[in-house]
């Protein structure tokens, strides 16, 4: 399928095969732009467009996980450690809230103190100032390995941390093919945990 082709498929609504859908990363940024957004006035006519502003809150670079890709977390010698306290935390909500925002993302790693105890008293900080903030935190692997740590089922965690107020997890962007995230991410949770978390939230 040539790029006319796959072009007009695309304007048509047609769905696109993975193996020509590949050809659009080698697309113009503004023609691959323009195509998308007739496809989302395909899907929906009726303009409705919505949008959240949030932030993203890294409460600490301490984490085991050492993924191969990753130039955040702490590392001897190159970047410093820090681990934010729960004022420092709801400072930067406060900050959010006072442009608008109404979404925070809490997002730390794998650190290897916490325990399942340091998230609730985390997620109760916030809450406590901030109780209309929606807290759209942590990751999959973040949850697999508090379970762990605490020797808790996933349920139980992710029961615990509803309770104190946690509202929804994002998916994290993982790769969830197991032969590359062995090669690149080998002490994050398995795609198999991570499909379990996804299945324990639903």
């Not at 420092?88 to 809490?106: P, W």
């Not at 609730?120 to 740590?149: C, G, Q, T, W």
């Not at 996933?154 to 994002?170: R, T, Y």
């Not at 998916?171 to 002490?187: F, H, M, T």
Request: with cysteine.
């Amino acid at each position: 399928m040539n790029n006319h082709q796959l072009k007009t498929e695309i304007y048509a609504g047609n769905r696109i095969p993975a193996e020509h859908a590949v050809t659009l990363f080698g697309w113009d940024l503004i023609e691959l732009g323009l195509a998308a957004d007739h496809r989302r006035k395909l899907a929906y006519p009726k303009e409705n467009v919505g949008f959240i502003l949030d932030r993203i809150i890294n409460y600490t670079n301490i984490c085991e996980a050492r993924c191969a890709f990753c130039a955040y977390h702490a590392h001897a010698g190159r970047i410093a450690s820090y681990e934010l306290s729960s004022d420092d935390i709801c400072r930067k909500v406060e900050e959010l809230v006072n442009s608008g925002g109404t979404q925070i993302m809490l997002q730390g790693g794998l650190h290897p103190d916490y325990t399942l105890q340091t998230y609730l008293d985390m997620i109760r900080a916030v809450k406590a100032r901030f109780p209309n903030i929606y807290l759209h935190s942590f990751s999959p692997s973040e949850l697999v390995f508090i379970a762990k740590k605490s020797r808790l089922s996933l349920d139980e965690v992710v029961s615990s941390l509803k309770a104190a107020g946690l509202n929804s997890v994002p998916g994290a962007s993982d790769l969830l093919v197991n032969r590359i995230r062995e090669k690149v991410s080998p002490k994050k949770c398995t795609v198999s945990e991570w499909q379990n978390v996804m299945e324990t939230l639903a």
